[in-house]
Every structure is written in structure tokens, then in C-alpha cells.
């Protein structure tokens, strides 16, 4: 029998048809700046007459040992990841300097309860470089990541031999943060943290937990107050971290300040306050970290520890270009932080 499914259209039908030779043409997709707009116009034009739609992408990547794609591996669920603005941000910024370069982004979420994403998805993801995003210390993917050997960037993680990091200035944030509410005369003080896969805050195994618990409580400690309560939201869903606001608000004795690792649990704090008919901060002061775009029009508007997250997640593409273009790992870039006093806290 003979089959009459159409043959698909291939580069050398396309050469032919402009009368040119199979490198100009691939030079059109892949190289434009090898030839003139007029040319590469005409090819393209050819090319869309015959039904050709561009070169295969598992040739191409065959014959260049390339898949260009980078994997991004998240601790959490994608619903739990993108309602956390200050994630999009750097992801944002991460893909946009990326971006003209052609390479992708895959990403790799984890799940809860879990320490990332699995590590069999790892070794079996088509990339060529891997970003983790806040994973716990020790997670298997990492270990898978590096089972591969494949280059490593990390956000918001300590440094790992080989493997170029960015982050930011977490503990000097979180003093910034417990110094400015000293001076404003408070001495009763709740840390709502943020989540961990085991232990407590102190020995959480998010490295930006650690970090930022340490600079709250070492700030305190130098002004002479213990009166401190910890709690932490298991999960990062508004309704937990609600729960746990709403536990410290209704302590015996209910601190004049709460102290949050993000802004979405100062948000979370802010409304726990508000069903308690709490007034923010007339009885009780909130301060963020992190400065996402909601914090400025919040009510009452935020007062938080601003990081630049944007450039957070460019310096993050930019070492993976530097890494995929085999330049040494460079020593660990720490962004500087600083403070966005609003009006969510005030003097007792």
C-alpha cells in the first residue's frame, strides 16, 4: 500500500527553493546577524511557503550536546510557589536575562512535606545547568544534581563546593528589622517563622529561616529582652500562617510587636490582627521582609526589610551564562538589604 501522508519539508528543500546552501539557511534561524534582513527575510518567507517550520530541536541539540533549558528546582508545589511574589519576581528577572540567550526554563516543583523535587525527576531532566531556589540543606536533588554533573547555581542556599550562589544579607536584614522596633520602645516580642521540614526555627533546615531567626533573636538579646514568643506556620498557605498569628495575638501575653520572616506572613498577621479587632500598630507593631509590591498599598502599609529581588534573580542568569559558558565559579554574592519603614509600626 502506498502511504500518501505528506513528506515533511527539511532545510536542504528549503536551500533549494531560495537557491542558497544549507548553512545560510540554517543561519537564518540561528545565526541572523550572519545575514542581511533582506535575506534572511526572503528565507524565512520560502520556508513558511513550503510548510518548514524551523529546525528540529532534539537534532539540533544532538549536535550540539545542548538541550537549552535550565532546570529551576522549587521546595514547593507550583500553586504554593506563584502565590509567593517575591519567588515570581526573581524568577522573572532570572528569565528575562536568560531569555535572549534561547535558553528555557524547566521547572522542577517539589511537593509538601518533601525536600524538593524528587530526585529521579532531576536525573532524568533534559537540562543543562540547574538553579535551586531555597532548598533545605541536604535535599537528594541536590545530590542528584550533582550526581549528574551538572553545573549548579543556588538562591538563597549556603554555599556548596563548585557552585557559584547569590542571596541576600538575611541576618543583618532581620536586625535591621528587631533593632527598629527596640527603638520604637517595645520589649514584648513575637517571631512568626517561616516554614521548616523538621526541628524548630533554630535548627530549621532552610538556610534563610536559620539566618534570619539568628538575626532577630542576637538583636534582642544585645537590648536585654527575653520576653520572645516563636511560632512557626508548618506550611506557607494563608490559612496557616493565619493560625499561627492568630496563636501568638492570643498569648497570655500578647506581645506589643510581631517580627515576620516574609511579607506574606506579615500579611497573614495583619489580618489574624484584624479578625482579633486588633488595631496595626496602635496595639500591636508588624514588621515584613522581602518589600513585594503589595507591601507598599497594604493596610496599613508594611514596614519591612527591602531586598532587591529583581536583581537577585538577574545576578542568578547571569552566573548561569557565565557557568554554561564554562567561566570559573565565582566566590558567593550577598545583595545588601535595607529598611521600609511604613506605617505598620509605631512607638508604645
Known sequence: M??????????????????????????AYNRPDQLSTQLREQILRVAGELGYP?????????ATNRTGAIAFLLDSSLSAAFSDPALSITLDALAKTVEPTGNALLLLPGREAEEGPPASRVLAAQADIAVAYSLAD?????????????????????????????????RGGAALAARHLVELGHRRFGILAAPRLSGTAATSAFHGTRERLAGYLDTLAAAGITDITITEAPWLSAS???????????????????????????????????RLGLRVPADVSIVGFDDTPQAAWSEPPLTTVRQDLAGKGRVAGELVMDLL????VPP?????????????????
Open 325 to 328: 559558558a564554562a567561566s570559573p
Open 54 to 62: 524551523g529546525p528540529n530541536p532534539t537534532a539540533r541539540s544532538l
Open 2 to 27: 502506498t502511504s500518501s501522508r505528506r513528506r515533511r519539508p527539511t532545510l536542504d528543500d528549503v536551500a533549494e527553493a531560495v537557491g542558497v546552501s544549507r548553512a545560510t539557511v540554517s543561519n
Open 332 to 348: 558567593p554574592i550577598e545583595l545588601p538589604v535595607s529598611l521600609a519603614v511604613r506605617e505598620s509600626t509605631a512607638a508604645i
Open 240 to 274: 496557616t500562617a493565619r493560625a499561627a498569628a492568630t496563636e501568638l495575638l492570643t498569648a497570655p501575653v500578647r506581645p506589643t510587636a510581631l517580627l515576620c520572616m516574609s511579607d506574606q506572613l506579615a500579611f497573614a498577621a495583619i489580618a489574624a490582627a484584624h
Open 138 to 170: 541536604g535535599t537528594p536533588a541536590l545530590e542528584a544534581v550533582r550526581a549528574r554533573g551538572l553545573p549548579l547555581v543556588v538562591i538563597d542556599q549556603p554555599p556548596l563546593p563548585e557552585t557559584a550562589r547569590v542571596g541576600c544579607d538575611d
